[in-house]
């Protein structure tokens, strides 16, 4: 779909609908409304005046303008109460009022931002604005048969008269489209079927996205991974017919004189437990657990297209998880690369496997902040549900810089306590640490887990997406399934992110 951003009235726009805003419990239209309502004789202000349109949150309303305005349409979006207004409430709002167009099988639309006395700034709405538009009318179909009755939308034009927003709005667009792109990417590779998403095909995704972006990559196969002494990643695929691979990326936006930050990503391609079998109910969703990988490889993606003046190296350690005569068992001792051995008290634990000599393996870069992002427990989902990431870490300033992406971005993260008394949990008798702790604080003892192999000095912060990937139904602009959760949080940090001061290269 093609976004765009021109200068008009809204008087004077020709299109098939066109999507105008109102505050909650304003007496009065105001804005691109307002205008449209004195030009067609009070067409909206009805709506009012009878109660059938209030402007709460996300409530539309269809109007036809019977030639009295150059839309055919126009469709009214309640913005909720004025004061409450947020980039991310327009975000939903956008989202639901596109998805309301979609619905009149138009090939194209407009809407005007103009909603008089906004408190969201204008480039910052057409921001959000055009990030509900492409994630709300997302849909992955690439494996359905073509409807002939279903028709995909085309263009979406913002318009505005007001030359100097126009010209901000432009490129918060273009912006948008880009980090919507990669965010779109990580859904698609999530949602296609683990038969064609093995870990070799996901490196192979990994490869056409650097070569698209002139991005140098590295991939690791089992032989390599052996001599390095990667027991544990390759200890996690050995039931696999579709051997492990390690993808290592690395963008360079600062120059060699700069520490990058370094973003390691899950991919297990298919959890099917291993051993220890995952119940059948549900496990066709297991196909899920490389969002964080997933979401390497599109962040990796945005920061090249977007020129983002940092250093960013990205780390995909993938493989299948399946039971087989070869497969790992519980009660092994596994050698990481880091040295340290680890006791398997479940296969069902097996991303903090590989995480552990990917993460080990990143101290290479020596890293200025060193992020991974994973499906890593249902303890997470269970404790949060699946609106809030979990976020633990050992750096404050990351941390900080990550809460505001996701003030921003509306993909909230909530920190847990790394809570260093629950390491005896994961203690083990006959090896340097036990790969799970059981069940009680299960999210916490899986960073402190992944902490082991974060060398010392090194910032570093882990963010559990088990239950933000993938969501059970449509809501607001995520569809129902893959949600590619983490790419914009992750862009808007790396935007935002200052190197330190207080050091050469730091």
């Excluded at 103009?114 to 709405?125: H, I, L, S």
């Excluded at 989902?381 to 050992?394: C, R, S, W």
């Excluded at 990351?398 to 921003?408: L, P, S, W």
């Excluded at 239950?467 to 590619?484: E, I």
Aim: glycine letters at 8%; a neutral charge.
């Amino acid at each position: 779909m093609k976004l765009s951003v021109i200068r008009k009235a809204p008087i004077q726009c020709e299109t098939e609908a066109l999507i105008v805003g109102h505050h909650e419990n304003s007496q009065y239209f105001e804005g691109a409304a307002k205008a449209l309502d004195e030009v067609s004789g009070g067409l909206l202000s009805y709506l009012l005046d009878t109660g059938d349109f209030r402007g709460r949150k996300n409530e539309t309303v269809l109007l036809y303008s019977r030639d009295l305005l150059p839309a055919k349409r126009v469709l009214l979006v309640g913005l909720g109460k004025r004061d409450d207004l947020t980039e991310e409430k327009l975000r939903v709002a956008m989202a639901g009022a596109s998805k309301r167009i979609r619905e009149l099988k138009v090939k194209e639309f407009a809407l005007s931002l103009d909603f008089g006395d906004c408190k969201v700034p204008a480039e910052r709405a057409a921001q959000a604005a055009a990030e509900g538009i492409m994630l709300g009318l997302h849909r992955f179909s690439a494996y359905k048969k073509e409807d002939p009755d279903s028709i995909e939308i085309l263009s979406a034009t913002i318009i505005d008269q007001r030359a100097a927003h126009v010209k901000i709005m432009k490129s918060a667009v273009r912006e948008a489209e880009t980090i919507c792109n990669a965010a779109i990417l990580a859904r698609n590779l999530v949602a296609t079927p683990p038969s064609e998403m093995t870990p070799a095909l996901l490196a192979r995704e990994a490869r056409r996205m650097c070569r698209n972006t002139s991005i140098p990559i590295k991939v690791l196969e089992p032989p390599a991974m052996k001599r390095m002494g990667m027991h544990a990643l390759l200890a996690v695929g050995r039931g696999s017919a579709h051997p492990p691979r390690l993808a290592i990326m690395e963008y360079q936006g600062a120059g060699r004189g700069k520490r990058p930050v370094v973003l390691v990503g899950k991919g297990i391609t298919f959890d099917s437990g291993g051993v220890n079998l995952k119940p059948a109910s549900g496990m066709e969703q297991m196909k899920d657990d490389m969002a964080g990988a997933a979401t390497v490889i599109a962040v990796l993606k945005a920061a090249a297209e977007l020129e983002l003046p940092i250093n960013l190296a990205g780390i995909v350690p993938a493989a299948e998880n399946m039971p087989d005569g070869q497969a790992y068992k519980p009660g092994d001792i596994l050698k990481s690369y880091s040295g340290q051995t680890i006791e398997v008290v479940s296969t069902d634990a097996e991303g903090r496997l590989i995480l552990a000599d990917a993460l080990s393996y990143a101290k290479r870069f020596k890293p200025a902040a060193l992020i991974d992002i994973a499906t890593l427990t249902g303890a997470c989902v269970i404790a949060l549900g699946d609106y809030l990431t979990g976020m633990l870490g050992n750096d404050d300033r990351i941390k900080e810089g990550i809460r505001a992406a996701a003030e921003r971005t509306g993909e909230v993260v909530w920190e847990l306590p790394l809570w260093e008394e629950y390491e005896d949990l994961i203690k083990s008798d006959i090896a340097d640490m036990k790969n799970t702790g059981g069940r009680a604080a299960g999210t916490i003892t899986a960073a402190l887990f992944l902490k082991k192999f974060v060398e010392d000095g090194i910032p570093w912060v882990h963010l559990d997406i088990a239950g933000t990937s993938f969501s059970p139904k449509d809501k607001g602009y995520l569809q129902k399934g893959p949600t590619g959760t983490g790419v914009r949080l992750l862009v808007d940090f790396l935007k935002n992110w200052t190197y330190r001061t207080d050091g050469p290269n730091s």
